[in-house]
């Protein structure tokens, strides 16, 4: 399992291709983020998914 943290990572450009490259040779990873630098061209669906289910009881 491969955790990425920060500061912020997704500040880091290359953050998806890192995780393509992961996922390609079958290793588990995920990151701690404040999620402020998702964009609808940069998201991570499982993330997004989260994210959305904690704003649910948030707000």
Same mark, same amino acid.
């Given at each position: 399992m491969i955790v990425v943290t920060?500061?912020? +990572?997704l500040l880091c450009n290359d953050l998806e291709e890192f995780g393509q490259?992961?996922?390609a040779q079958e290793f588990h990873?995920?990151?701690v983020t404040?999620?402020?630098w998702l964009t609808e061209?940069?998201?991570? +669906?499982p993330? %997004?998914?989260?994210?959305?289910f904690i704003n649910k009881? %948030? %707000?």
């Open positions: 920060g500061g912020e +990572p490259k992961n996922t990873w995920g990151m404040n999620g402020l061209n940069r998201h991570f +669906p993330l %997004i998914f989260i994210l959305a009881f %948030i %707000i």
